[in-house]
Every structure is written in structure tokens, then in C-alpha cells.
């Protein structure tokens, strides 16, 4: 009895000062929102003034969260408890996807990060009661902090009937470095209902595939378009609240695309499309072929520069081939000597009459 007692007390020891380091690192000043460069950047951040990252979480359904890190590099992920407005905590299990060797101990993570994107995935259960649940991932590198971001949950809506679908599903784009006119490509995404208008669309990266040695960044990469006009922020998820861009009921929009600063390669980008009011379907991913090299000209004056050196190399040797026989005979009839050794040369009997 005295053995379980004190098991209790240790566990409840624990727990409390496990939820106290979370309350101080919710306290702490996120470090990018104080404008630093973060090591680790999170993709399809929503907007944010203050570096708080705000999610509507779905019961039974995976929060991810991809990101890009320098490669090769060694991180270790803590995720905070989560500390709800009426005081409750919500424990949240972190885990790397594709890297199923890796397994939270303590709600810390180690991985090193061997691919241009990578994704986070946060387990989230299912939230108790309405409101708000905070918490905060701190990335540590050699035992450092290098970087906190304030993550914030909460219940998603529970009626989302508006839809997107992009039926365009596989694109092909080819690239020519130097060219005039970039490469480009379109995207029709429509809202086939005919309930409410889809607001707030926006893309979400995937997967990316890149040559070795290749780095992928959508937002400096991809120079993306909506209907026509400049949309960089389409890699952000809006509010639920906010208008945004809106596909209205049984209406179309286009979704368009530039790439630049690609380095040549063949590089595989898979999108996901939703909408602040729209449920996200796995099925409606966008596959992008990017096929990226220099212009014609290129190679074909490194070829005609081999032709001419070869050729000029060629004229070199026979002339001097030339000249060598023209020397050799010269010594053979010159009065005295046979050739270059000027040895009396031996008359021929053919010679003889």
C-alpha cells in the first residue's frame, strides 16, 4: 500500500511539473514572432500577427503540419501539454510522418531531416468542451532552443457543406532557364454545391519529390495566381470567419501557377485544395510534373564548339603530317646522302645499265 501510494505521488509529481513547463513556455515570447529567422519553417501557416498558429481540429482526424528545415540536420521536437480556457489540459501525441521508427518519449521528438518537406502529424483527441487549447512546440538542436511556436486548437465548425474540386488532377510543366516566357500552368477549381459559396480557399503542400541536392520552397518557387491576380498568400489557411477568396455555389475560379528559381531537375509537387468552410478531402490532390532545363542553345554550342575543335585539330595533325613528308623526301634527293642520316645512299641495279 505504502509502494502505490508513493507510485501515485511520483506520477502526480510529474504531471504537475510537466504541466507547469508548459505553462512557461506558453508564457515565454515565441521567437518568431519576435523576428527572428526560425530554423524550422511551418507551411501553410495560417495568418498570424503575433507567430500564434490557430487550427480547427476534426475528431479523428490528424492535424499535419509540414514543414522545411536545412537537410541532413539533426532536430528534436517538444510539444507542450495544451491548457484549455476553463483550465482542463489536453495531451497531444507528435509524430513524423513516414518515419515510423520515430516515437514520441515525454512528448519529445528526434529526427533528422533527410527530405526537402517534411510533416509533423498531431494526433489530437477529441477536444471535451468548446473553446480554446494552447500550446507551444519548441525545436531544440544539440540541446538548444533554437526556435518556439504558440500553437492554438480548437473544435472545427460542425456543419461544412460547401466543397472544392479540381479536376485537372496530373500537370505537366516544362521549364527552359533563361527562356522569356516562363513556364506556367492553371488549375479550374470549382464548388459543385449549391448550398453556400467555399470561402477561404487555399493550397496545401503535400509531398515534394526534388533532385539530390535540390531544395523545393513553394512560396519562393511558385509565384501562384487567383483568377488572374497576384495571390501569394494562397499557401495560407484563412480564419473560418474571413471571406477570402470565394468560389460561389455551382461557380468556378482559376487557380494559377509560374515557376521560378527552379534548379534544372525533374522535380514531383503534390497539392491538396480546401476551403475555410469546405472539409478536406484526400481525394482532391493535385499532382505537378515539373521538368526543368537549360535552353537548346546551350548544349548545342557546347556541341558545335567540340565539332570546330575537333576539327581544327584534325587540319593541325595532317598539316603536320604534311610537313613531315615534305621533309623526309626533301633529305632523301638531296646530293650526298640518303635521308636524314647522311649515309652514302646505294645505287640500284635496277638503276645500272
Aim: with cysteine.
Amino acid at each position: 500500500m505504502t509502494q502505490l501510494l508513493a507510485s501515485r505521488v511520483v506520477s502526480w509529481t510529474a504531471y504537475v511539473m510537466l504541466c507547469a513547463m508548459g505553462a512557461a513556455l506558453l508564457l515565454a515570447p515565441s521567437l518568431v514572432a519576435a523576428g527572428e529567422d526560425p530554423v524550422v519553417r511551418f507551411l501553410n501557416v495560417p495568418a498570424g500577427t503575433d507567430g500564434t498558429m490557430t487550427y480547427s481540429v476534426t475528431p479523428g482526424v490528424d492535424l499535419p503540419l509540414p514543414f522545411t528545415a536545412p537537410q541532413e540536420s539533426p532536430f528534436e521536437f517538444y510539444l507542450s501539454p495544451f491548457l484549455g480556457e476553463h483550465g482542463d489540459v489536453l495531451s497531444v501525441q507528435p509524430s513524423i510522418a513516414g518515419l515510423p521508427g520515430t516515437r514520441a518519449k515525454d512528448q519529445r521528438l528526434s529526427f533528422v531531416m533527410d527530405h526537402p518537406v517534411m510533416t509533423l502529424q498531431l494526433k489530437v483527441p477529441t477536444l471535451p468542451t468548446t473553446g480554446k487549447y494552447t500550446g507551444s512546440l519548441v525545436v531544440l538542436q544539440e540541446g538548444k532552443v533554437r526556435q518556439t511556436n504558440r500553437l492554438v486548437l480548437n473544435r472545427a465548425l460542425a456543419q461544412r457543406p460547401a466543397k472544392v474540386i479540381v479536376d485537372s488532377k496530373s500537370n505537366t510543366v516544362y521549364n527552359e532557364i533563361g527562356a522569356a516566357d516562363p513556364a506556367t500552368f492553371k488549375l479550374q477549381a470549382r464548388n459543385p454545391t449549391g448550398e453556400r459559396p467555399a470561402d477561404g480557399v487555399f493550397l496545401r503542400l503535400l509531398d515534394v519529390t526534388a533532385p539530390a541536392g535540390a531544395n523545393f520552397d513553394p512560396q519562393h518557387h511558385l509565384k501562384l495566381t487567383w483568377n488572374g491576380q497576384d495571390a501569394d498568400d494562397l499557401w495560407r489557411s484563412p480564419s473560418p470567419t474571413g471571406a477570402g477568396r470565394s468560389i460561389g455555389p455551382n461557380q468556378q475560379a482559376e487557380i494559377g501557377g509560374t515557376l521560378q528559381g527552379l534548379t534544372p531537375g525533374e522535380y514531383t509537387v503534390k497539392l491538396g485544395v480546401g476551403a475555410a468552410d469546405a472539409p478536406v478531402d484526400s481525394e482532391q490532390q493535385i499532382s505537378l510534373k515539373l521538368f526543368v532545363k537549360h535552353r537548346v542553345w546551350l548544349p548545342l554550342a557546347v556541341l558545335l564548339a567540340a565539332i570546330l575543335i575537333s576539327y581544327f585539330a584534325t587540319k593541325g595533325l595532317e598539316a603536320q603530317r604534311k610537313r613531315v613528308s615534305q621533309l623526309t623526301k626533301g633529305d632523301e634527293i638531296r646530293p650526298g646522302g640518303c635521308g636524314r642520316s647522311r649515309r652514302p645512299c646505294r645505287s640500284s641495279p635496277r638503276a645500272r645499265y
